[in-house]
């Protein structure tokens, strides 16, 4: 199986590293200009391709790490190409267009792979799997909490721009969103207020409640506003039988926020590190990679990734309305 990697910046690199370590081939790199994709191909003995339309003919699978505003055109052309997709969350910039994505990809007989990889992440997962198993009795609240460092791409920071990125409540609180449906159900409300960068709208911090149909309430706390290199993440699921807690800061018997000069070394763009051996991006892919190659199951299909999507968006209504937003159940997802 040849790969093809749309985007070279933070997960575009993270993907080429983590198809690498599975002693998968890469085909090659498409970026806004050949030379931003020539480091990678180098080291990777990949090639250069001008635009996605040349790169199609040498790959079977296209992993897609550009730019939410961009998800949707490439996934389609890549789809009537015939070719199964790996796509970074969010899935799309609107709800429209994550529902055409999901539905030219099963006309074309192809399959939609997105990236929610908290879903792989061993934390998460044992979590989920202790609920499942009844160690916690009935889920009634979760709490969701990730804080990080504004994203501070020295050239096209498209994070920043709220039409391509959603800003920090689609790009980042995404994640939490799909790990709250994930463990405690359907939700039906979303309520969410904000603070920050005007000019960023929606802001730089938010907190979001949401209301699941069986009854348990859900906070995520959601941050661009920490120093680098933050990357601070945090749960608790309560039940009625006990209660899981994880804070990647426990571990630190001090910490100190001082926001430092330029010249650090935490990236342009956070992303989440690990301890682990392997590296939760490759868990993932390796996922991936086997189903498509044998039919294994995954833990997150692109209708799990529509879902995430209808709640950020409806979280960022909520911010300009001051009300509550009602979910609509989603007949890709109720099926």
Same mark, same amino acid.
């Given at each position: 199986?040849?790969?093809?990697?749309?985007?070279?910046?933070?997960?575009?690199? %993270?993907?080429?590293?983590?198809?690498?370590?599975?002693?998968?081939?890469?085909?090659?790199?498409?970026?806004?200009?050949?030379?931003?994709?020539?480091?990678?191909?180098?080291?990777?003995?990949?090639?250069?391709?001008?635009?996605?339309?040349?790169?199609?003919?040498? /790959?079977?699978?296209?992993?897609?790490?550009?730019?939410?505003?961009?998800?949707?055109?490439?996934?389609?052309?890549?789809?009537?190409?015939?070719?199964?997709?790996? /796509?970074?969350?969010?899935?799309?910039?609107?709800?429209?267009?994550?529902?055409?994505?999901?539905?030219? /990809?099963?006309?074309?007989?192809?399959?939609?792979?997105?990236?929610?990889?908290?879903?792989?992440?061993?934390?998460?997962?044992?979590?989920?799997?202790?609920?499942?198993?009844?160690?916690?009795?009935?889920?009634?609240?979760?709490?969701?909490?990730?804080?990080?460092?504004?994203?501070?791409?020295?050239?096209?920071?498209?994070?920043?721009?709220?039409?391509?990125?959603?800003?920090?409540?689609?790009?980042?609180?995404?994640?939490?969103?799909?790990?709250?449906?994930?463990?405690?159900?359907?939700?039906?409300?979303?309520? /969410?207020?904000?603070?920050?960068?005007?000019?960023?709208? #929606?802001?730089?911090?938010?907190?979001?409640?949401?209301?699941?149909?069986?009854?348990?309430?859900?906070?995520?706390?959601?941050?661009?506003?920490?120093?680098?290199?933050?990357?601070?993440?945090?749960?608790?699921?309560?039940?009625?039988?006990?209660?899981?807690?994880?804070? %990647?800061?426990?571990?630190?018997?001090?910490?100190?926020?001082?926001?430092?000069?330029?010249?650090?070394?935490?990236?342009?763009?956070?992303?989440?590190?690990?301890?682990?051996?392997?590296?939760?991006? %490759?868990?993932?892919?390796?996922?991936?990679?086997?189903?498509?190659?044998?039919?294994?199951?995954? #833990?997150? %299909?692109?209708?799990?990734?529509?879902?995430?999507?209808?709640?950020?968006?409806?979280?960022?209504?909520?911010?300009?309305?001051?009300?509550?937003?009602?979910?609509?159940?989603?007949?890709?997802?109720?099926?």
């Amino acid at each position: 199986m040849r790969i093809g990697i749309v985007g070279v910046g933070a997960m575009g690199s %993270t993907h080429a590293a983590a198809w690498a370590e599975l002693g998968v081939p890469i085909a090659g790199f498409v970026a806004t200009t050949p030379e931003h994709a020539q480091p990678l191909a180098e080291r990777y003995g990949a090639s250069v391709y001008p635009d996605l339309a040349s790169l199609l003919s040498a /790959c079977d699978v296209v992993d897609i790490c550009t730019p939410t505003h961009l998800h949707r055109p490439m996934v389609v052309q890549a789809a009537r190409a015939g070719k199964d997709i790996i /796509c970074e969350k969010p899935l799309a910039r609107t709800l429209d267009e994550g529902r055409d994505m999901i539905r030219t /990809c099963r006309e074309a007989g192809v399959r939609l792979l997105v990236g929610h990889v908290v879903r792989f992440f061993p934390e998460y997962v044992r979590a989920r799997e202790a609920v499942k198993a009844g160690q916690v009795g009935q889920v009634a609240v979760v709490r969701l909490q990730r804080d990080v460092f504004r994203p501070r791409k020295a050239q096209d920071n498209w994070f920043l721009d709220v039409e391509k990125s959603g800003g920090m409540i689609l790009d980042l609180m995404i994640h939490d969103f799909d790990y709250a449906r994930w463990v405690a159900g359907e939700v039906e409300t979303v309520f /969410c207020q904000h603070i920050g960068d005007p000019s960023i709208s #929606p802001g730089d911090h938010a907190l979001a409640i949401l209301r699941h149909r069986h009854g348990a309430i859900t906070h995520v706390e959601g941050s661009w506003a920490y120093p680098p290199p933050t990357f601070r993440t945090r749960f608790e699921i309560a039940g009625a039988d006990g209660l899981l807690i994880h804070d %990647t800061a426990t571990t630190a018997p001090l910490a100190v926020f001082r926001h430092q000069a330029a010249g650090d070394e935490a990236g342009e763009v956070p992303v989440p590190a690990s301890p682990l051996l392997e590296s939760p991006y %490759t868990t993932q892919l390796k996922a991936f990679y086997r189903h498509l190659m044998y039919g294994d199951p995954i #833990p997150v %299909t692109a209708a799990d990734a529509l879902a995430a999507l209808q709640i950020a968006l409806a979280a960022i209504t909520s911010t300009q309305t001051g009300a509550p937003v009602s979910l609509t159940p989603l007949p890709e997802v109720e099926a």
